[in-house]
């Protein structure tokens, strides 16, 4: 992943997760125009290889988990979210 742009607030981003049957919300904590940084509410129980994400009730992508720890998992998007839109919620989160 590129170097991920930080938001200054967890619960600034609100997002939503579609993986293995099931939906969950997730805070985003960092975000790039090619992954994030998520915190769920509870533990990741596994590497995802395909998940959808929506990103502030706007945006839909697919992406995978590459790493987790704990409820923290840092996601890779299948494609790219355009600069300006990352750039957009970075300007709101601050």
Do not use: M
């Given at each position: 992943m590129n170097q991920l742009l930080p938001v200054q607030?967890?619960?600034?981003?609100?997002a939503?997760?579609?993986?293995s049957g099931r939906?969950?919300?997730?805070?985003?904590?960092?975000?790039?125009c090619d992954g994030c940084t998520v915190e769920a509410g509870d533990d990741w129980a596994a590497d995802?290889?395909?998940?959808?994400?929506?990103?502030?009730g706007e945006v839909a992508v697919n992406g995978r988990v590459v790493r987790r720890e704990g409820r923290r998992a840092d996601i890779a998007f299948y494609g790219e979210i355009h600069p300006h839109v990352v750039?957009?919620?970075?300007?709101r989160a601050a």
């Open positions: 607030h967890a619960t600034l981003i609100h939503q997760v579609k993986c939906s969950f919300p997730v805070s985003v904590t960092r975000i790039s995802f290889d395909f998940l959808s994400l929506t990103l502030a750039a957009q919620w970075c300007q």
